[in-house]
Every structure is written in structure tokens, then in C-alpha cells.
């Protein structure tokens, strides 16, 4: 059993920054990696970064390609997402998931509560 426990959301202005969080407690070692999703009112769940454990290899979506950074933390058992440069666009709920490194949400095993993000204009 895995459990993830997402913080750092809250609200911020456009050209802003903030810095997610995701806990990881459980049997995590054995998973592939990790991956950072969101998802808007009205719209589908969609990848946003994710970092391969075995390697390091991070991935990202093409809309945040040169603001957002995910990186990790072993020794916390932690993943962390820096969002810099922030648009009205990027608003949404940002969720974890352990299991992959994929761009897709089902090859993920577990997901956090999820945390919002709003970007005011």
C-alpha cells in the first residue's frame, strides 16, 4: 500500500512561482517512478511531469517545458514540482501518482488528494 500527500498549492499571481510536494509513505521503492498530473474544471485529467526512478530522466509536458522542474527527494521519500512563471492557464487541481513515468494516468498504481492551484490575472 502506497500513500501520497500533495501540499504547496494555493493562490498566486501571474508570473508567480510555487513549489509542490508530494509525501510518499508505503511500499514505493518498488515503483517506476513518479509523475505530476492536473486537471481544470471541465477538462481531462492531463501529464504534466514526470521523473523515471532507475535514471533521473524527467519528462514534461510541452506547456510547461522551461517553467516547471520536478525533482526528487530519497532520503524524504518526496517529489517536489517548482512552478515558476505561472499563467491563468496553468489553474487546476495538481496531482501525484506513483507507479510510472508515463504521460498517460493509467499506468499509475496510486494518487494523492490532489492540491489547487490558481493563477489569478
Known amino acids: 500500500q502506497v500513500q501520497l500527500v500533495e501540499s504547496g498549492g494555493g493562490l498566486v499571481q501571474a508570473g508567480g512561482s510555487l513549489r509542490l510536494s508530494c509525501a510518499a509513505s508505503?511500499?514505493?521503492?518498488?515503483?517506476?517512478?513518479m509523475g505530476w498530473f492536473r486537471q481544470a474544471p471541465g477538462k481531462e485529467r492531463e501529464f504534466v511531469a514526470s521523473?523515471?526512478?532507475?535514471?533521473?530522466?524527467?519528462y514534461y509536458a510541452d506547456s510547461v517545458k522551461g517553467r516547471f522542474t520536478i525533482s526528487r527527494d530519497n532520503a524524504k521519500n518526496t517529489v517536489y514540482l517548482q512552478m515558476n512563471s505561472l499563467k491563468p492557464e496553468d489553474t487546476a487541481v495538481y496531482y501525484c501518482?506513483?507507479?510510472?513515468?508515463?504521460?498517460?494516468?493509467?499506468?499509475?498504481?496510486?494518487w494523492g488528494q490532489g492540491t489547487q492551484v490558481t493563477v489569478s490575472s
Open positions: 521523473i523515471r526512478w532507475s535514471t533521473g530522466s524527467t
Open positions: 508505503g511500499r514505493t521503492f518498488s515503483s517506476y517512478g
Open positions: 501518482a506513483v507507479g510510472s513515468s508515463s504521460r498517460i494516468t493509467s499506468p499509475y498504481d496510486y
